[in-house]
């Protein structure tokens, strides 16, 4: 059995309503950063230990918060003892609009798994881009990089799209293969 | 008066719809790159006396198009002798999906303007992204750095939404705004 | 006079010694981020208050420190109200590689500068990029989209490299020329 | 035996003579893609075969050569059935200065690596970076996403560094490694 984390920064909920789907469909641990960017130090030791890695992190002003960005900088430590090489990472994040530059975040999480050596898992999922589609479609977004959802700004957590929440849970099931197939 | 042009390629003629939306709006020149890539002299030469040039290309495979991509390398002899330094540049891309990773042409539009030492305009429109927003809003995507378009895989030229094209339309505003406060 | 603020955040003082010739070059006012990610009061107004705003940040884990980022989710008040649309925007970052993932960190500020409504202001200085060239080069490293400089991961604040100081000197002095074109 | 493939174009030998290095590490076959942006129809039955598939590109103008970007957008036959998904991807490139906008190349890469619905594999080598540091070191230029390397605008094809070489061969073992884990 593959350990698998889940470790995510959610300002208003709606990141963490998505981070519980991608734990479930990975059978994963979810780890929350808390509202000073801070982890506990067996959270920390979990990550050393983990087979798989999924990062995320709400899209704000273009990028990730800066709660997941004191995290990031943080492995810097688990980074210069080379301790997260060659694990699977994957990512998502979450903001109020379709896109919302969205895509700059999920380079910089895929930046900092590379930094760590490790191997990417991109989404996998075929998008529903027809006229007919609709926000409760899987991968309706249009995603591929990793895992891209959307709540509109006076959306309550509650409202998260069930397209976007499939997609999680299937991003999670996507990963958890790959890591099995890679770590045995 | 300012000269503008917006050079695009398209692939189907939605991304060329946008680019007439946007060229009304700048009051511009609507050069279009051909299908191999190619523009002619005098098209080059109208670049290079251009105060502002608008790139446009569709989305494919998560870049620009391939012959958007040999105009650009083709720029390399305005590169060379520093031709478009300082011009004011903006971007648009159109793709099937709300992401569609759009973003990453997005980025190589702006980072192409900067290789010539250009002076980028962002979108400058506030997102429409509240429970009620539709495809008929401005900027109903959620863009920043430059222009997002969607038309639907199944959508047909007539059918780019109308939301898009009148953000199209101020964006084409905005850089003529903008142009000719720095060119005069 | 143009009123053009620096603002960066700097780990270990290499980033500040490349923030004040940016400074210098523009004649502007420098402002420091904390170590707790924070400024003054008086600092945000300044802001709001500047024709131009130059963004500089250390490269950690490939992505602006979450300092620096935690400025800009702060920012998000004043991109509520519009407050620094159509200024004029430019970025820097140092790490200690000469790649390093820089890039990364300059798409962010690119797109934070565009998510303000933005005009974004390119290195615009040519690569030195001979065999013949060397670290005392101006733009040795080659960037376009903006500023980026290097400082081995041994070398001491007062060893950050001429070639870079003199490129930072002349981005500050370029993005104040296009400042005085653009705000009169 | 896992089969590889080390497909690149390459303008002027530079990128070819990293791609060997690349498809020496990995046991891999190598496919140039030629002036025109073309390969042969049993080169694409190859790549449809491979278990991994790297891509290599010199950077011009910022972004992938439109020669790559031809075979990319092509791609999009393969990408139509998900012949290319759970691949294994990485990918390298190559320009005259130490940044050079390299790492845009590489985004795209990725991105392309994921709209296929592929797995990246990082570079996974620390960087060289401290003041002693040398081309002839592996991963001088302080790469993580792939492998970027630096041929100044004067070198021939004989004067790529051999610490490019060097990262490139460890590279290829790299992604041979990480094949045979994934694909048994």
Redesign the interface.
Known sequence: MNQIIVICHSGYGHTKAVAEKVAEGANARLIAIDAN?DIAADEWEALDAADAIVLGTPT????????F??F??A??KA?FE?RW??KVFGGFTN??????????TL??L??????????????????S???A?TPADVN???????L?TRS????SVE?VSPGDLVTALRYGERIAS?TA??K?
Do not use: C, F
């Not at 704000?60 to 709660?67: H, I, L, T, V």
């Open positions: 960017g704000y002003m273009g990028d990730a918060s800066w709660q960005k004191k990031a900088d492995s810097s980074w080379g090489a060659d903001s109020a609009s379709p896109s919302g530059d969205k895509q700059v380079i910089a895929q930046t900092l798994a590379s930094q760590h050596g490790g191997i990417w898992v991109s989404l996998g999922l075929p998008p881009n027809t006229k589609a309706h977004l249009g995603g591929s990089v990793g891209i509109p700004a006076d959306a409202e790959v197939r890679l045995g």
